[in-house]
């Protein structure tokens, strides 16, 4: 038995799908095979900006082994509409135009036309004879350049909305909005210590594995159906009907297991295609990316430029933060600055606020949602900010943030009150962690060590629509189906929850994800919301089922339902000792008293996701001649809520610490002066590997969510927030020198270490 | 379109005939016309590993080999590894420390680390992180996956 009085929450079970994944059973997107398959390929622009004058596929359709070629043309245009994806707000008639470019292409590696041949090799030599006349057109890539007067301007009819108004001004400028709270000015009167600093970011891709796949059948009665691999069946779905313009009744989506996503597979980019393609020539067709088309193609998380401002008073208190933040948005409207601006100061309780955000359109991949999306480019400035005040001040980082730290009752600059949180829990689980009361000894070896700390902050969704429906099996095990893809561990945490509420074993439960057909809508495996979301419908889920074998006892054993009672997985009738059973055994008997036993459920839980925060520690050696960082040592904290299965909350953490290392020290998009990604391979791209780390400690710190039955919060999105900065933090311990640009790669250290003396 | 080719093989132990064109990849063949899907495509280029299987007691990336240059080779795939009725030690140490995910690296870290195994039965945490690194894993942050490969040391 674990903490708290669970059985199964806590323990640490083997995954229900493990099994296949190791043998290599598990059926991926791309793994999928169906009689008479074509394959597709897409043809891309090698522009970053140009007028389409027009597209010729007559040679394309004419080579041997092509069934169809489709253009921008073969889809329905559709006007301007807003649609809510789960991790963002989309405009469609973008969705659309990101898909198959109509009229311009905005960002190299922008897809124009798809093609269906008999194999891979065919369709790929026929993209190469498509040809595509281009008007080229000046680009911007760069946030601050994109919002100068005179740059090159990506919609022509895109006009710049400021504070929740539009404007009659065309620029580049998507949207400007201002959050406020008390009297900045005043507050920075009252403050003995501000600092101000500038900081960029480079565009970063989720890197995830698998790269994107689809294939369609658009059968003869008119009936779609997608197998993919998703965050969200049924956000491909509602993608699918609104591109296409068809009904939802006549579209099925398929999740196969999913290669990884982190925000990145929910928009749509090669279904839509496929499925023209499909309904083109009565085959189905599969299509997969390579891996420098999810480089061009797909939706990083944006390159950012910030100016932060904070103020503290000379006892430790901080009294005013504004903030700057101009985000890329890339090709169409809609970075994550909103959520980076909700995110910026949160962890801190901070009387007078003011955050400026900007989205803005540049000459690059749309950006997409990416693990708590838009907040490591705000954390990264406002920690390192935070650091450098505690210095100033002469008091122990951490100290401080404990001292500052928001609580129940905070209110977030962006208008919410905090409930119950674990923001100060986490940062004194650090502050007390063996890791930070150790001493760092100094390196041999001529390089130079520090400690860097920083905290973050990710919203976590508010549950969010989920379904669930049961059917119990004789033998006492229950089949369980889902609708939410699971991305790395969820089946076995949401059917926990199921067995803790009924008595049973993790193990006695099968859960299933299933097709969009087979299960009520489910809002995305997005948003750290499905241990959460889903977890609060498979509780609900075994509510339902106590109150059925209730009723089904009640007939068994001839006794009123309403006096048996369920306790310790086991049900019993009050006034008589021998009418008992547990679960198991009642269900093998239950099908003889009304039938199978079947429940479904579906919640959207009105409560809180429980905002998720995490404080992290990190001891790095540089090397002064070549400018590299090792990591000697990681560890991680963050508030759980309830820990689950606690080795998949420590993977969360482990997996999100490395990719913000990796955002931290090397990732990035690097372009060349035409507007052309030069690293679009893992090679060049570099993401880290087995050897640039060490092992990644964790503690989990857990402050139930009191919006949860079993007080789960999210846990998947806030451990990417804190890296970069509690690593520029560590370089500043162990050379004098700040680094405010991201990546901090060996040439930018080198670099700063050679122009500032450290 | 060229000429396919007949190739023999051992896939897993068993004799395996196939035809390809000279143009087809070995994971080209594995995956689409030999049904083994255990062997992922990440990048297509040999830097990600997912695909990668053992040929001639040799790790390679899969796709950077040619399906006609299998011929006459042993080839050992994820299939060939373990099943789930007698999983291999690494299988089973990958289930018990949480070290996958989403599982698509997963494939190609079991047959490298066998291959590591296979050379170096006691390998040292220094030499299990220098044989991965050509593995990528985007999930995990790779420590449970390190602590299961150095669990199955000698048990394998």
């Not at chain 1, 935070?386 to 210095?391: K, L, P, Y």
């Not at chain 1, 402050?703 to 079993?710: A, T």
């Not at chain 1, 990417?720 to 680094?739: F, K, M, S």
């Amino acid at each position: 038995m674990s903490q708290n009085g669970h059985k199964v929450i806590g323990t640490r079970p083997i995954r229900h799908d493990g099994v296949d994944k190791v043998t290599g059973r598990a059926i991926y997107g791309a793994d999928i095979q169906l009689t008479g398959l074509l394959h597709g390929a897409i043809k891309r622009s090698p522009h970053p900006h140009a007028r389409i004058k027009n597209i010729d596929t007559s040679r394309a359709e004419a080579h041997p082994g092509v069934r169809a070629v489709v253009t921008a043309h073969d889809l329905p245009q559709i006007a301007d509409k807003l649609a809510d994806l789960g991790e963002a707000i989309v405009n469609l008639r973008d969705a659309s135009n990101n898909v198959l470019a109509y009229g311009k292409v905005l960002y190299k590696g922008h897809a124009v036309s798809g093609v269906a041949a008999i194999n891979l090799h065919v369709a790929q030599e026929a993209v190469e004879l498509i040809d595509v006349e281009y008007e080229v057109l000046p680009h911007v890539t760069g946030v601050l350049e994109a919002m100068e007067d005179g740059a090159p301007i990506l919609h022509e009819d895109m006009k710049t909305t400021s504070m929740g108004e539009e404007t009659d001004k065309v620029s580049n400028v998507a949207n400007h909005f201002q959050h406020k709270m008390g009297e900045p000015d005043d507050g920075f009167a009252e403050a003995d210590v501000v600092i101000e600093r500038e900081f960029t970011t480079q565009t970063v891709h989720q890197g995830y594995i698998e790269t994107h796949n689809a294939t369609a059948h658009w059968n003869e009665e008119g009936q779609l159906t997608i197998w993919t691999s998703t965050q969200g069946a049924f956000s491909v779905r509602d993608q699918m009907s609104e591109i296409l313009q068809m009904p939802v009744s006549k579209v099925k989506i398929v999740p196969l297991e999913i290669g990884g996503g982190f925000g990145g597979k929910i928009s749509v980019y090669l279904d839509p295609v496929a499925a023209l393609l499909s309904k083109r020539t009565g085959h189905p067709v599969k299509m997969t990316m390579t891996r420098d088309e999810v480089f061009e193609g797909t939706g990083p998380t944006p390159g950012s430029y910030l100016k932060v401002k904070m103020g503290a008073t000379s006892d430790g208190r901080l009294t005013a933060a504004t903030a700057y933040m101009a985000y890329e948005a890339g090709a169409y409207p809609g970075s994550p600055v909103g959520a980076g601006a909700g995110c910026i100061f949160t962890p801190y309780d901070i009387p007078n606020v003011q955050i400026d955000g900007y989205d803005v359109c540049v000459n690059k991949p749309k950006t997409n949602a990416y693990r708590a999306p838009g907040a490591t480019n705000a954390a990264y400035a406002t920690e390192t900010v935070v650091d450098e005040i505690s210095e100033k001040l002469g008091v122990d980082p951490l100290e401080f943030r404990v001292k500052n730290g928001a609580k129940e009752g905070t209110r977030r600059a962006d208008g919410p009150v905090h409930p119950r949180i674990g923001c100060i829990e986490t940062t004194e689980a650090a502050l007390n962690s063996e890791h930070y009361r150790s001493s760092l000894a100094k390196s041999g070896n001529g390089k130079v060590r520090g400690r860097g700390v920083a905290s973050g902050y990710w919203f976590n969704f508010n549950g969010g629509r989920s379904a669930i429906s049961v059917s119990i099996n004789p033998d006492g095990t229950i089949n369980m189906l889902e609708g939410s893809t699971d991305i790395g561990g969820t089946r076995a945490s949401i059917a926990m929850q199921l067995a803790e509420t009924i008595g049973l074993e993790a193990t006695d439960i099968k859960p299933y994800v299933v097709d969009t057909d087979s299960i009520g809508y489910t809002d995305v495996t997005g948003g750290s919301r499905t241990t959460f979301g889903t977890g609060y419908a498979a509780h609900a889920t075994g509510q339902a089922l106590i109150r059925e074998m209730k009723e089904r006892a009640s007939k068994l054993w001839d006794v009123p339902a309403d006096a048996i009672d369920f306790e310790d997985g086991v049900f019993s009738y009050r006034d008589d000792a021998e009418k008992r059973g547990s679960f198991k055994e009642l269900a093998s008997q239950a099908g003889d008293a009304g039938g199978p036993v079947v429940a479904q459920v579906s919640t959207n839980p009105d409560g809180s996701g429980g905002g998720a925060f995490a404080t992290h520690v990190v001891d790095v050696e540089i090397d002064r001649e070549t400018g590299k960082v090792d990591i000697l040592r990681y560890t991680a904290v963050q508030d759980a809520g309830t820990a689950i299965h606690p080795s998949y909350v420590e993977g969360q953490m482990q997996g999100g610490v490395v990719q913000g290392i990796g955002w931290g020290l090397n990732e990035e998009y690097i372009y060349n002066d035409e507007g052309s990604m030069t690293n679009a391979s893992f090679l060049d791209y570099r993401m880290p590997t087995t050897l640039d780390l060490p092992m990644i400690e964790t503690i989990i710190v857990e402050v139930p969510n009191e919006s949860h039955p079993y007080g789960v919060r999210g846990v998947g999105e806030v451990p990417i927030v804190p890296p970069p900065a509690a690593l520029a933090n560590a370089i500043y311990d162990a050379t004098g020198v700040r680094l405010r640009d991201l990546p901090m790669s060996p040439p930018r250290v080198q670099k700063a270490l050679a122009e500032n003396g450290g | 379109m060229s000429k396919k080719v007949h190739v023999q093989t051992t896939i897993n132990g068993e004799a395996v005939d196939f035809l390809c064109e000279p143009r087809n990849s070995l994971l080209e063949v594995l995956r689409d016309d030999l049904d083994l899907t255990g062997a992922k495509e990440g990048c297509n280029n040999g830097n990600c590993g997912a695909c990668n299987v053992i040929m001639d007691g040799r790790l390679v990336n899969s796709c950077c080999v040619l399906g006609v240059e299998a011929d006459g080779c042993e080839i050992t795939t994820i299939e060939g590894i373990g099943s789930a009725a007698n999983l291999h030690p690494l299988q089973q140490k990958f289930l018990e420390h949480a070290a996958l995910q989403c599982g698509i690296c997963t494939p190609g870290f079991i047959v490298s680390a066998k291959a590591l195994l296979d050379e170096n039965p006691n390998p040292s945490e220094d030499e299990v992180r220098y044989w991965l690194a050509g593995n990528l894993c985007r999930c995990t942050g790779y420590d449970k996956i390190v602590r299961a490969v150095l669990d199955a040391r000698n048990g394998a």
